[in-house]
């Protein structure tokens, strides 16, 4: 029977390919008709559904109004990072719940906020930008930390270069930042950089700021952490996952319903012979072994790797994604001078056994590595880099990853200024206070 099978379909197979062969329109047309529109209508559905949504979201998009406000802090502040974990904090009451019909008939998608670090000619400057109707928002969230911190509305420094690359006097070298492993496992934090012995913090941030007072005319360095609200559910589910695989918890599949149906069937039959028959079901004492049999086995580097990813799914995150770029005129231009020291200010935060970022040279960034066409395919990289950092686009690029406040708050925050001497660093020279109430009017 199998064999009279295979001979028919193989048969009807190869006139099939005959009939293709001889009329490829009639052959496409005989298999549209016989179920090929099915695939042919998905297709057209799947086209209209993500068309429909970038066409209500570009217009919403392009109804925002966006503010770039730049911060100054005091000089003789001494606020650690903490006050800037703090301030993440605050932000995080961005987040807003979006309905079905907000996202599919208003195009309403959660505004980014984009957290800057930026060196112009070696005047570096701290900047904030977000959407016009949370500068309140935002100004309250710094205020609160810092209370003598001056806020000012500024003009864009990113339009002031050119965007097309290859350029007759500018060039540059940019990249995305990118993680090594998911997202639960976490970087080192400020915590880690506290000295041991005296105490004292010592600021990952200070050399790379550094540096990026010392550059000249002709020379800018940006430093771009875009941070966007979410409600956490995806990320808290991947890090309880994780936390199961280390604790060694078995998750046990979902049951249909018809299972469940059928097993609550046998557990009533087995009660009621159990009743009839007198036989009374011994009680089996659980040992927490029995549930988490790894658990008790964990070495003193797994149990230290379970604690910090118990952590960080304990704090507020942010959905991110990170950008550098360094760009000048071709007569100052070294790339070595920005890239090396931001290379290292971030390798500063990983772990070989936890987690790392490090800078995407295969996609997003420029790289010597590249076989075919470098030149046209570096300067394709500039190109888009350049506009999604100066739109300062959550999505273009690289995918994002969670960071929780603390980690952001490590790699991004106000300067320790009794560790950071950068001479052209950007602060106000003393504290505003009110005068004596018992000072003497003339």
């Given amino acids: 029977m199998f064999d009279s099978f295979f001979t028919w379909w193989t048969t009807t197979i190869n006139q099939f390919l005959d009939f293709a062969g001889n009329n490829p329109f009639g052959a496409m047309w005989f298999l549209f008709l016989h179920g090929g529109w099915i695939v042919f209508a998905w297709m057209l559905l799947y086209m209209f559904k993500w068309g429909w949504l970038y066409n209500v979201q570009s217009k919403a998009a392009a109804k925002k109004e966006w503010v770039l406000l730049r911060i100054t802090v005091p000089r003789a502040h001494e606020q650690t990072p903490k006050a800037t974990e703090n301030m993440f904090a605050y932000l995080a009451g961005a987040h807003s719940s979006i309905s079905w019909t907000d996202t599919w008939l208003r195009g309403t998608v959660q505004s980014p906020i984009a957290l800057e670090i930026v060196s112009l000619e070696g005047l570096v400057n701290y900047y904030v930008r977000a959407e016009r109707k949370m500068r309140d928002l935002?100004?309250?969230a710094i205020?609160?930390?810092y209370p003598d911190a001056e806020i000012h509305e500024a003009t864009d420094y990113a339009v002031n270069v050119p965007s097309f690359y290859p350029d007759e006097e500018?060039?540059?070298w940019g990249v995305e930042v990118i993680?090594?492993?998911p997202d639960p496992y976490p970087l080192k934090t400020y915590h880690d950089f506290v000295d041991q012995v005296s105490g004292e913090f010592k600021d990952p941030l200070a050399a790379m700021l550094e540096v990026f007072s010392r550059f000249g005319p002709g020379e800018q360095a940006w430093y771009q952490i875009i941070i966007t609200p979410t409600d956490q559910k995806?990320?808290?589910?991947?890090?309880?996952k994780v936390i199961n695989e280390l604790k060694g918890v078995k998750k046990e599949p979902k049951k249909t319903g018809v299972e469940k149906a059928i097993g609550g069937l046998f557990g009533l039959l087995r009660e009621i012979l159990g009743i009839f028959t007198g036989a009374a079901k011994p009680e089996v004492k659980k040992d927490a072994r029995q549930d988490f049999p790894k658990l008790f086995a964990l070495s003193p580097g797994e149990r230290e790797i379970l604690e910090a990813v118990e952590r960080k799914a304990g704090k507020i995150g942010f959905q991110t994604k990170m950008r550098f770029i360094y760009v000048g005129k071709k007569t100052v231009f070294q790339k070595a001078r920005a890239a090396a020291p931001f290379i290292g200010a971030i390798k500063q935060v990983n772990t070989f056994h936890m987690q790392a970022i490090k800078p995407d040279l295969k996609v997003t960034g420029m790289?010597?590595?590249?076989?075919?066409?470098?030149?046209?395919?570096?300067?394709?990289?500039k190109r888009k880099l350049i506009a999604n950092y100066r739109a300062r686009s959550n999505w273009a690029g690289r995918s994002g990853y969670n960071m929780s406040s603390e980690e952001l708050a490590t790699l991004w925050h106000f300067p320790i200024l009794t560790q950071v001497k950068a001479p052209q660093l950007q602060r106000t020279e003393a504290k505003k206070a009110e005068a004596p109430s018992n000072v003497p009017f003339a």
């Fill in 138 to 140: 935002v100004e309250a």
């Fill in 143 to 145: 205020y609160a930390q």
């Fill in 170 to 172: 500018w060039d540059m």
């Fill in 179 to 181: 993680n090594v492993n």
């Fill in 234 to 240: 995806e990320t808290r589910a991947r890090a309880e």
């Fill in 367 to 381: 790289s010597s590595s590249i076989w075919f066409f470098k030149d046209r395919r570096n300067n394709l990289r």
